[in-house]
Every structure is written in structure tokens, then in C-alpha cells.
């Protein structure tokens, strides 16, 4: 009894989807696709450092470097709280000819900042203290899920003017769309080039300004399928 209320629940969703199927093929439709896409520039800049104690005789530890930095970055403005956070915490073994050993400790931190100028400023300071072990993580844009939200309008409604363009020789009309797909896709093209090179202007001029780096921007872009009804 089990086995035919099983095999008669199968069969019913079998004609079901194949009802449906049906039904769809037998609408008179029109399939279009549309692309559109922006670039933005990134307003969210992750930058990892890495402060060491330095394997030499009256070496800075770090916490005083620790301190350092964060005074540094409090007289530029900005907030430990909300932009600086710790990622790991660490320490090696050295081993000397008295086979003594010592501790050189190290700790990762991750630094957001919101400009290329202050990312200029944050890498300046940094190096004034010493600190030269740092490395752009990723860029993002903040406001990336309102921008994708309207680049789908854009797309859509692109698709509707293609479709209608389509349609108007054969005195067709455009109706309802019976299926959409889309696909949003954003790429950081990110490389570390102006970090370097925002190290070495800054290393070559000793006390010059630091300057308002460029980042690539970002490309955000969206793609809709869109399938709609035919009438005449």
C-alpha cells in the first residue's frame, strides 16, 4: 500500500512539472539579455601590520611600539575602536652561541582606512616609527549592495527596451515577463603597486607630504536574462 501511494505521489508530480512545462513552451515568448556595469572607486582600504621586536641588543619592545603606534594614529584622527583591530598574536625562539634563549615576539593587526590620502598618511607614519612590515589586505566598496541593487533597474530595464525594439517590426507587443535570472559580479582589481610606491616617494624625500593614492576601481557588473510574454 505504501509502494502505491508512493508511485501515485511520483507520477503526480511528474505531470505536474510536465503540465507546467507544457505550458510554458506554449506561450509565445521572447528571451533577451542585458549587461550593464560601472566602476566605483574603493572607500574601505585593509592594511596588515605586523609589529616585531628587532633581533638586536636594545631592541624597541612590542608594546612600546604598540603604544607608538597607536598615539600616532590617535593625533591623526583616527578611531582604534572602530578602524584597528588585532589578527594574531606570536613568538619565536632564537637560539645564541651560550645556547640562551630569547623571546622576539611579534603581533598582526588589520587597519581600515577610507582614502588614499590617509592610507599616504597611515604609511608615513609608519615608517617615521620603524614599522615596515605592512601590506594592503583588500579594498572594498561600502555601498556595494545598493549599487548592485540599481545596476538590476538599469538591467531590466535595458532588457525591456531590447525586446520592445525587437518586437515592433513584427506588430508584436511585449508583455509580462514570465522569467528573470540575473548574475552580479563585482572585481577588485587590486595590486599592491602604490603601496611600494608610496614607500619609496616617502623614503627617497624624508619629511614630504604624503601623497593622495590612487586605487584601481572597482568594476561592479550585472547581467539579467529575461524572458517575456508575446502578444499580438
Known sequence: MRKTIIFVATALI???????????????YLETSS????????????????????????????EEQEN???Q????????????????DMGSNFKKYFLRQKEVLKSKQYSLVVYSGKE???????????????TSIEKTEYSKMEE???????????KAMQKAEALTKPLGQKVGMAIHIADNSQYYPRYNQAPMMEMKAVSSDMGQAQPLDIDFEKIRVETTVNVKFALSN
Open 14 to 28: 511528474t505531470m505536474t512539472t510536465f503540465a507546467q512545462s507544457k505550458n510554458f513552451l506554449d506561450t509565445p
Open 35 to 62: 549587461q550593464v556595469d560601472t566602476l566605483v572607486t574603493p572607500d574601505k582600504i585593509y592594511l596588515n601590520i605586523i609589529i616585531q621586536e628587532k633581533d638586536t641588543k636594545g631592541r624597541v619592545s612590542v
Open 68 to 70: 607608538q603606534m597607536a
Open 72 to 87: 600616532r594614529f590617535k593625533a591623526m584622527g583616527i578611531d582604534l575602536d572602530k578602524q584597528l583591530v588585532i589578527k
Open 119 to 133: 592610507l599616504g598618511e597611515v604609511m608615513v607614519a609608519l615608517e617615521q616609527l620603524d614599522i615596515a612590515n
Open 147 to 157: 549599487l548592485e541593487l540599481e545596476l538590476r533597474t538599469k538591467a531590466v530595464k
